[in-house]
C-alpha cells in the first residue's frame, strides 16, 4: 500500500488522535491462537514454535512488510542445544522479522518474544509434576507478541510515511536465556548503528487496576521521562519505572550494544510459568490501553528533533545475561518490588531454592556472604558461581529473618 507524505495528512492528525487505533477482538485473536492447545506451548525450535512462526509471518507477509530474515523470508534461524532429561539436541529456532521501510536513515526496532516453555520440558515451571503438560503462555508472551503485530498493523496501514523505518521482531530462545535476540544483534539485518532505539513487550496482558504497569529501561535514554508520562497520563494508566536497560528480557541483547531500550511489563501473578496462563485470563483492555501508550510513543520519537540519547543505566550488573550463567536459583524475581534485596514471586519445584526452603513471598538480603540491594546484585553473585558450591542465604519472611543452605 503506497503511503501519502506527511504533510499532505496533516490536517487530519487531530482525527488519527482521537480514534482508538486498536481493537480487543483483534488481540484476543492473535493470542487465542498462539496460546492454543494446538501450538503446544511454542517451545523453542518445537513444531508449536514452527506454527506460531508461519502464523506471524503470514501477517507480516499481508501487511506487506519486507521480509528480513535470512534468504529473502521473514525467518532467521538459529542454532538452540536443548537438554531434555538429560539429553542434549542440538535444533534449529528461528526469530521472525518484518521490515517497515520508510526510505529513511535510522530504524527503530519493536519486539517481543513468541517461544514459551512448550510441554514442560524446557525453561522452568512452575507447575507442580509439569512435564508433558502444555504451558499455553498467555500473557508470557502470546500478549507480547500480539502488541507487536497489532502495531505491524497499524504503522503499516496508518497512511503515513514516518521519518523512521520499522523493524518488527518475533524473538525465540528467550525463555532459554535470550537466545534470539542475542543472535539477532550479533547478526542483524541492517547494521545496529542505524538503530534508534528498541521498544520490547513482555508480559502486558495481565493489566490490573491495583498494580502499576511497570517501564523498565527509563534510564537509558532521557527521552523516555521526556515523552512517556502525558502518554501514560492520556490512557489512565499508573506506571513504575526500573531505571535499568538490563533484565530478564529481549531488551537486554539491545542494551548491551549501547542502544536505548524501554519495555513494557504488567507484572507478575501466579500463573507464571505454569499451565494455568491462559488465553481467558488475559485483560485485552488493558492490554489495548498499552498498545495506545506504546504507539503514541513511537509516533513522539518520530517527531523528535534528536535521535534518543543513549545513557548507560545505573547499576553495578557486568552485562553478562541469563544465557552466561552456569548456575541458577530456580526462582521468578517479582519485579515490581523497588524494596532492598531481592522478593521472590515463585520458585521452581526441585530446583535450588526450593530445596533450600524458599518461599515465593520471601525476600532475599544476601547471598554467598554478600548484600543483595537489587536484581543486579543477584544477577552478579550468580554470575561467580559454579554448578555444587554450597552458599549461604540470608532472607526475611514477614518480620523474621531466616539464613538457609543453598547448592547450586
Not at 499532505?8 to 482521537?18: E, K, R
Not at 506471524?56 to 523470508?73: H, N, Q
Not at 545513557?311 to 541458577?328: E, I, M, Q, R, Y
Given at each position: 500500500m503506497k503511503?501519502?507524505p506527511?504533510?499532505v ?32 506451548g ?8 514452527i506454527?506460531?512462526?508461519n ?18 523470508s ?8 536443548v ?24 530504524t ?5 518474544h ?64 535470550l ?73 537486554t ?9 524501554v ?10 510459568h ?29 517527531k523528535?528533533?534528536?535521535e534518543p ?7 553495578p ?31 521452581s ?27 543486579y ?5 550468580l ?13 526475611l519472611?514477614?518480620?523474621d ?8
Amino acid at each position: 500500500m503506497k503511503k501519502i507524505p506527511l504533510l499532505v495528512c496533516i490536517l487530519l492528525l487531530p482525527l488519527l488522535a482521537t480514534a482508538q487505533r486498536f481493537q480487543t477482538s483483534e488481540v484476543r485473536r492473535h493470542v487465542e491462537f498462539l496460546a492454543s492447545d494446538d501450538l503446544e506451548g511454542r517451545g523453542t525450535a518445537t513444531l508449536g514454535e514452527i506454527r506460531a512462526a508461519n502464523y506471524i509471518a503470514g501477517i507480516f507477509k499481508d501487511l506487506g512488510l519486507v521480509p528480513a530474515g535470512t534468504s529473502g523470508s521473514y525467518f532467521q534461524p538459529f542454532p538452540v542445544t536443548v537438554s531434555v532429561d538429560g539429553n542434549v539436541h542440538a535444533l534449529t529456532a528461528r526469530n521472525v522479522v518484518g521490515f517497515l521501510n520508510n526510505g529513511a536513515e535510522k530504524t527503530i526496532v519493536v519486539g517481543a518474544h513468541f517461544d514459551h516453555l512448550g510441554k514442560g520440558y524446557q525453561g522452568s515451571s512452575l507447575s507442580p509434576d509439569s512435564k508433558n503438560k502444555i504451558h499455553n503462555g498467555a500473557d508470557d508472551n502470546a500478549s507480547g507478541t500480539a502488541g507487536v503485530l497489532e502495531l505491524a498493523r497499524y504503522f503499516s496501514r496508518n497512511q503515513l510515511k514516518e521519518k523512521h523505518n520499522f523493524i518488527f521482531i518475533a524473538f525465540s530462545g528467550e525463555e532459554l536465556g535470550l537466545l534470539g535476540s542475542k543472535y539477532y544483534t550479533e547478526n542483524p539485518f541492517a547494521s545496529l548503528k542505524s538503530v534508534s532505539c528498541m521498544i520490547n513487550m513482555d508480559m502486558i496482558g495481565r493489566l490490573e487496576q491495583d498494580k502499576s504497569l511497570i517501564v523498565s529501561g527509563w534510564g537509558t535514554s532521557p527521552v523516555w521521562g521526556k515523552l512517556i508520562p502525558d502518554l501514560a497520563k492520556q490512557q489512565n494508566l499508573k506506571y513504575t519505572v526500573d531505571s535499568s536497560g538490563v533484565g530478564a528480557s529481549d531488551h537486554t541483547s539491545f542494551y548491551l550494544k549501547e542502544i536505548p531500550v524501554v519495555q513494557f511489563f504488567t507484572g507478575g501473578h501466579g500463573d507464571y510459568h505454569k499451565i494455568s496462563d491462559d488465553a481467558d485470563k488475559i485483560n485485552y483492555e488493558g492490554e489495548v490501553k498499552i498498545l495506545e501508550l506504546i504507539a503514541g510513543l513511537l509516533e513522539n520519537v518520530d517527531k523528535e528533533t534528536t535521535e534518543p540519547q543513549f545513557l548507560t543505566a545505573g547499576n553495578p550488573h557486568t552485562g553478562k545475561t541469563t544465557s552466561d550463567f552456569k548456575v541458577t536459583l530456580g526462582v521468578m524475581p517479582d519485579y515490581s518490588y523497588t524494596g532492598k534485596g531481592l522478593k521472590i514471586d515463585g520458585v521452581s519445584k526441585a530446583r535450588p531454592a526450593d530445596k533450600a526452603g524458599i518461599l515465593a513471598g520471601d525476600i532475599i538480603t544476601k547471598l554467598a556472604g554478600k548484600d543483595i540491594a537489587s536484581i543486579y546484585d543477584y544477577m552478579e553473585i550468580l554470575s561467580s558461581h559454579e554448578k555444587g558450591q554450597q552458599v549461604e542465604a540470608e532472607l526475611l519472611r514477614g518480620k523474621d529473618v531466616k539464613k538457609v543452605k543453598v547448592t547450586f
